[in-house]
């Protein structure tokens, strides 16, 4: 049986770049890496927990399905967009199951550009 929480990272994001973030799924107890073959992922950050407004919106990518490999990214055409300041995500899985999970959950600081 797999045990996890929600792996915790603080992020930043550079406004007007391309951001891509690698997480390895692993097994708290074991350590071992989850296999997310199947796996269905979605990540996004709002301005807080209880904000209606979806301010970031990850594309997710399964790198290494065998090793728990997992990106998070946004293009510099969309990171462009987001306001500077303080945010709070969340990437959370589907398994082939239909089992909900939290992958991973933190803050991400975005920091405003000045050249353009």
């Known amino acids: 049986?797999?045990?996890?929480?929600?792996q915790f990272y603080?992020?930043?994001?550079d406004q007007g770049t391309d951001?891509?973030?690698i997480i390895s799924f692993t097994d708290d107890l074991s350590g071992n890496l989850i296999n997310v073959s199947g796996y269905t992922l979605s990540a996004q950050a709002k301005k807080s927990y209880y904000s209606p407004n979806i301010y970031i919106?990850?594309?997710c990518t399964i790198n290494d399905a065998t090793n728990g490999n997992i990106s998070m990214s946004i293009d510099s055409a969309n990171s462009a967009?987001?306001?500077g300041g303080n945010y709070v995500?969340?990437?959370?899985?589907?398994?082939p199951t239909n089992k909900k999970i939290r992958i991973a959950e933190g803050t991400i600081i975005v920091t405003p550009q000045v050249t353009i």
């Open 81 to 83: 967009n987001i306001p």
């Open 89 to 95: 995500f969340d990437l959370k899985g589907s398994t």
């Open 19 to 21: 951001f891509n973030h």
């Open 57 to 59: 919106t990850f594309a």
């Open 10 to 13: 603080e992020l930043y994001l």
């Open 1 to 6: 049986m797999e045990y996890f929480l929600a």
